[in-house]
């Protein structure tokens, strides 16, 4: 439309300025037209200057030749001379009066035009008063033109015209020629792409119109000019391949694609770039429009940023979520903590799609982070890094982020990696492609007891969306390794002894069990030994339980120590020990072994709080498969041995049977005599105590 109209234009132009070419080749065929009168002078430039009684002459003589050169051209013209009067019209004029002026009849040959200009009054007022005085400028030389547009409307139609007051001669003052041109047309296709372009700006999206054949910008909307951050006048200089960031040839084939095929193009997506580096994706959508030969491309491009920002959010939050999930589904069915670490970090990777992924938990004796697991990462990752992490450094710039994550119990985020940054490998990190990294400390009862370490490969990866389910997912972690430390304690608990450190009666038991199966396999016996500490409840009741404590864990050391093997030991009783040798070969032997270890035993001195104990043992042994082939059993034998030894004030005795036949009768007695207490068939009787020189009783006793 925009194209329409400039052409339109120019055709207007190239008719007026062949008008004057013809009005000024007539007034030149007047002056020729003397015959040679002495009417006439020459100036420097050899023009000629008619007088005036030759010009009336010539002027009469040529009325009807000039008003037929007139009445061919489409503009409505008068001639007027030097003070503004009438002297000649064409009949587009005549027609122009009659129907479109104010006052018709005073607008012939004849009349000054000023005057009527001057006299107008109403509505058209300012526009003739403005056109008199545009006049007046030409004739007096104070300009070389004027030109003004003016509306002149009636009730049934709106009619604009352009009035153009140009001199009759280029270098006098001898008249000028006014002319009023009917630019109805252009001024409604004027207002019509006016509101065609109030529409377009009031679109949101980037509007480009481009003409095919001259490959140039017609016209860019606001909103073109705001997405390329630029004026339209400065944008409608620029290339369409430029402003498309395309090249020339791409665009053409594009655009004949497109007009080839009659029907609008699919929308396309595409990233560039604004001014300042930041990403811009537009979304692409072509029409092809047809008009008088000629195809102009109007191409919307909306700014799709924000919609591929969100998707690309969403989509990093189900990586997330997926890895929150499967994390999470594996806190349930794993019980092992080298095993949960190294698989969350797979996970990490697999479903979240980091770059890299390493946990690491805090040692509080050597006061740093140790690694445990990692994914991605080099395979010697795990051993350098191991010492690399101090918790206590000499400066506060020595820490790295991991270590501040531990020690200020926080969240850490670097969204954008340097070389420079304080990260441990950051020059190798960077040469993998990550370019950012979250640091989640690992938290019990409000302690850092270990850190989860991602990596990303995009700059501002963790915004807080992903943190908020970063953080989640390190507290899910966080209570599995509880969860994990509970159950191992538990576990503990029921087969450890909490105060030694060794084997409880049931983890004995089961352990000697295993032995007693594997020394039968081999056709071997096996010998086990109960120790039992003597004066160890004075000890305990004279000096404290922590002194007793200390002093049992004292023993348990030795003990173990002598023995070699602590899997081979255990503490069965407050103040009881058991020791197992596996296989046998020489019974002879263990009597000569028993013997030299309770002589130790009594000899070895337990420095405790800067006193000195020296304390015995009893012992009671039993021998397998002799003593029995169950580990339950086994244990009674050497129980009886043990209890046999104590009440005889020997200092070990090995099991035999006839101590069994007595522990037995001992306790069918006690059984016995529970019973008959509970049945009351008890009977008590008095004696009593008389005195012998009175006679009388005086009391009586049981």
Not at 62 to 84: F, K, M, S
Not at 85 to 92: A, D, E, G, M, T
Not at 585 to 599: C, P, Q, S, W
Request: proline content about 3%.
């Amino acid at each position: 439309m925009k194209r329409d109209a400039s052409q339109r234009s120019r055709d207007t132009d190239h008719r007026l300025s062949g008008l004057i070419e013809t009005l000024l080749e007539t007034d030149a065929q007047i002056e020729a037209l003397t015959l040679g009168e002495v009417d006439s002078v020459t100036d420097q430039q050899g023009r000629t200057a008619l007088l005036r009684h030759a010009q009336k002459h010539l002027l009469d003589g040529e009325a009807v030749r000039q008003a037929a050169i007139l009445n061919a051209l489409p503009a409505n013209i008068a001639l007027l001379d030097q003070d503004g009067f009438i002297v000649s019209v064409n009949k587009s004029w005549q027609r122009f009066n009659e129907s479109d002026l104010p006052h018709p009849v005073t607008t012939g040959t004849g009349h000054n035009y000023l005057t009527i200009c001057d006299a107008t009054t109403g509505d058209a007022a300012s526009e003739a008063q403005q056109a008199a005085a545009g006049t007046r400028s030409v004739l007096s030389g104070t300009t070389t033109s004027f030109s003004m547009e003016y509306p002149c409307h009636s009730p049934l139609l709106e009619r604009w015209f352009l009035l153009t007051v140009m001199p009759m001669a280029e270098h006098r003052q001898n008249g000028v020629i006014v002319m009023h041109l009917d630019i109805t047309e252009r001024k409604q296709v004027e207002q019509a792409l006016h509101r065609y372009v109030g529409a377009m700006d009031a679109i949101g999206d980037a509007i480009y119109l481009v003409d095919r054949e001259s490959m140039s910008l017609i016209h860019a909307n606001d909103a073109a000019c705001r997405l390329s951050e630029t004026t339209r006048e400065e944008l409608l200089t620029l290339t369409p391949w430029r402003v498309l960031a395309t090249s020339r040839e791409a665009l053409e084939q594009a655009y004949d694609a497109l007009i080839a095929s009659g029907v609008d193009a699919e929308p396309s997506e595409l990233l560039r770039h604004n001014k300042d580096g930041s990403p811009l994706w537009i979304e692409l959508r072509r029409h092809a429009e047809q008009t008088d030969n000629r195809w102009t491309i109007v191409t919307l491009v909306r700014d799709v940023t924000e919609r591929k920002e969100n998707e690309h959010r969403i989509s990093r939050l189900n990586r997330v979520h997926a890895m929150l999930s499967n994390i999470n589904a594996l806190i349930v069915r794993v019980n092992d903590r080298d095993e949960l670490f190294r698989n969350a970090c797979m996970i990490a990777l697999d479903a979240g799609r980091f770059r890299m992924a390493w946990i690491g938990i805090v040692d509080c004796l050597g006061k740093k982070i140790n690694p445990i697991a990692s994914a991605g990462a080099e395979p010697e990752f795990l051993t350098i890094a191991k010492d690399s992490f101090p918790l206590e450094g000499d400066a506060h710039r020595d820490r790295t982020m991991s270590v501040r994550a531990v020690q200020e119990r926080t969240a850490l985020v670097l969204n954008e990696l340097r070389d420079d940054s304080n990260i441990l490998f950051a020059k190798t990190r960077l040469a993998q492609g990550i370019r950012s990294m979250a640091f989640l400390p690992l938290i019990i009862a409000n302690e850092a007891v270990g850190v989860l370490t991602l990596y990303a490969d995009e700059v501002g990866f963790f915004d807080e969306a992903e943190m908020k389910l970063l953080t989640e997912l390190a507290g899910d972690i966080a209570f599995a390794i509880d969860h994990i430390d509970k159950q191992e304690r538990l576990d503990y608990l029921a087969y450890y002894d909490v105060l030694t450190g060794l084997a409880n009666r049931n983890l004995f038991l089961e352990r000697m069990a295993q032995h007693m199966r594997s020394a039968a396999h081999n056709r071997q016996q096996l010998a086990l030994f109960l120790f039992d500490l003597e004066r160890f409840k004075n000890i305990n009741d004279s000096m404290g339980r922590p002194v007793g404590d200390a002093l049992l864990r004292l023993v348990a050391t030795w003990i173990t120590h002598k023995v070699g093997d602590v899997n081979l030991v255990g503490r069965v009783g407050p103040d009881l020990f058991a020791v197992v040798l596996p296989a046998v070969k020489v019974a002879a032997g263990i009597t000569r072994l028993l013997e030299k270890a309770i002589e130790a035993f009594r000899e070895h001195p337990f420095q405790l709080n800067g006193a000195v104990f020296r304390v015995g043992v009893k012992a009671g042994v039993a021998i397998s498969p002799r003593d029995g082939t169950h580990a339950d059993k086994l244990f009674n034998s050497a129980e009886a041995a043990l209890t046999k030894a104590k009440s005889s004030g020997e200092r070990y005795l090995f099991y035999t049977q006839t101590m069994n036949d007595a522990v037995s009768r001992n306790m069918t007695l006690e059984n016995q005599l529970r019973q008959a207490l509970d049945r009351e068939e008890f009977i008590l009787h008095y004696q009593p105590k008389i005195n012998l020189a009175s006679g009388k009783i005086i009391g009586a006793e049981r």
